[in-house]
């Protein structure tokens, strides 16, 4: 399966914002946003062309596949299913990507940034409701149960990522139990809880041309 293997905040710099990738490192001064906020490149620093209309669509699509690490195919059937079902689309679409299990890990404090969960979750660290889960994809439901694995709980980077989330601000939508590395979905995470810089109403334009 193809994916992006190249330096992350490259893809932070071409969307001109923070998507958090790194971790703690976005919240650093050793942020490259922060010393050069620009897109990569040669022509970087002169290419400031203003963009509308289809372009602009384009990047918050863009956007919103880097923050996931996910790829075209996979996110246009995310769009398609969120399109399908009852309710706003682009709320339905956010839902989607918030429930997948590599992205619930990071919620839940296991790792420092997606990527990292989604190593965690592919190396079979994390379980559901007793089950190991190694699918970064899998979609989590209302009243699963999400912990860390009895073997991988003294694993440094799942320790040093737990105690960093337990200084910061939890989602709603779980609960959450440090000290134990174990996590439960108490609702269906709602638009107005997820913190994300994308407007999802131009990636449902987008779509729908």
């Known amino acids: 399966m193809a994916r992006y293997t190249g330096p992350v905040c490259r893809l932070c710099r071409r969307e001109g914002t923070k998507l958090f990738l ?14 050069r906020n620009f897109a990569p490149g040669q022509h970087g620093q002169s290419r400031k062309a203003k963009i509308v209309g289809y372009g602009l669509q384009l990047r918050e699509k863009q956007k919103a596949k880097r923050i996931y690490f996910t790829l075209e195919t996979q996110f246009r059937a995310y769009y398609e299913k969120a399109n399908r079902a009852t309710g706003v689309t682009g709320d339905l679409l956010i839902q ?94 709602k638009r107005d809880e997820v913190s994300l810089p994308v407007n999802e109403q131009l990636i449902v334009e987008l779509y729908s041309k």
């Open 96 to 189: 989607q990507l918030e429930r997948r299990l590599d992205n619930v890990a990071f919620r839940l404090g296991f790792a420092i940034s997606r990527r990292q969960a989604r190593q965690v979750v592919r190396h079979g660290h994390v379980e559901v409701n007793g089950r190991k889960v190694n699918i970064p994809s899998y979609q989590v439901s209302v009243g699963d149960t999400i912990a860390i694995r009895e073997n991988a709980k003294k694993l440094g980077i799942v320790e040093a990522a737990s105690a960093y989330a337990a200084q910061n601000h939890s989602p709603s939508w779980l609960q959450i139990d440090f000290p134990n590395f174990t996590g439960k979905v108490i609702s269906l995470p």
């Open 22 to 35: 790194k971790g703690t490192k976005c919240m650093s001064d050793r942020c490259p946003l922060e010393k």
